[in-house]
T-cell receptor
Framework: ETGVTQTPRHLVMGMTNKKSLKCEQH?????MYWYKQSAKKPLELMFV???????ENNSVPSRFSPECPNSSHLFLHLHTLQPEDSALYLC???????????FGSGTRLTVV | GESVGLHLPTLSVQEGDNSIINCAYS??????FIWYKQESGKGPQFIID?????DKRQGQRVTVLLNKTVKHLSLQIAATQPGDSAVYFC?????????????FGKGTRLSVIA
């Protein structure tokens, strides 16, 4: 285990469903990230939270909604997704932005 | 139409040989670089890092070389083992310029032939 835990590991959802991805870090880090990794593109930064405030949102569609209730937890709420949203969603954390990220194992999402 | 998979550069190496994985980074101002390894079904894992005031750093069986003149980073793996089979990513950032997230390269798939 890396200290960053993501649940669920696998998720299959219909285009009309609403689901949430969860990330929890036990490293005392103050920054958390959501990345999308798909077959067509390598790691794409989606959202960045620093001290529980969103500091970056890389033109991500509104059907993805992040939430960071505290420095240890990060959620990605999903609704009305499209098949092209099928990908591996990775959560990472770091201390400030000055050091390497620690990644979770990801959630493999399939939208049908 | 059917989705086409991302065709990563692939390096095939015989077990026991040395591997060299290359990366061209984009920002000449970047001052901190990291190599990550991603095995199947897992997230990327930190391997080794290097600051821009260095041109070489060694770890256990791995060495990272930095050439700032041509914006090139390489990862050398000595005595490659089957467990080294994975996708390797380089990442860059500006540590001394505020909140700048890591920028990742496209990755190279290393296949070790037993």
């Amino acid at each position: 285990e890396t200290g960053v835990t993501q649940t669920p590991r696998h998720l299959v959802m219909g285009m009309t469903n609403k689901k949430s991805l969860k990330c929890e870090q036990h490293l005392g880090h103050n920054a958390m990230y959501w990345y999308k990794q798909s077959a067509k593109k390598p790691l794409e930064l989606m959202f960045v939270y620093s001290l529980e405030e969103r500091v970056e949102n890389n033109s991500v569609p509104s059907r993805f909604s992040p939430e960071c209730p505290n420095s240890s937890h990060l959620f990605l709420h999903l609704h009305t997704l499209q098949p092209e949203d099928s990908a591996l969603y990775l959560c990472a954390s770091s201390q400030d932005f000055k050091y390497g990220y620690t990644f979770g194992s990801g959630t493999r999402l399939t939208v049908v | 139409g059917e989705s086409v998979g991302l065709h990563l550069p692939t390096l095939s190496v015989q077990e026991g040989d040395n591997s060299i994985i290359n990366c061209a980074y984009s920002n000449s101002a970047s001052d901190y670089f990291i190599w990550y390894k991603q095995e199947s079904g897992k997230g990327p894992q930190f391997i080794i890092d290097i600051r821009s005031n260095m041109d070489k750093r060694q770890g256990q069986r791995v060495t990272v070389l930095l050439n700032k003149t041509v914006k090139h980073l390489s990862l050398q793996i000595a005595a490659t083992q089957p467990g080294d089979s994975a996708v390797y990513f380089c990442a860059e950032t500006l540590r001394n310029s505020g909140n700048t997230p890591l920028v990742f390269g496209k990755g190279t798939r290393l296949s070790v032939i037993a």
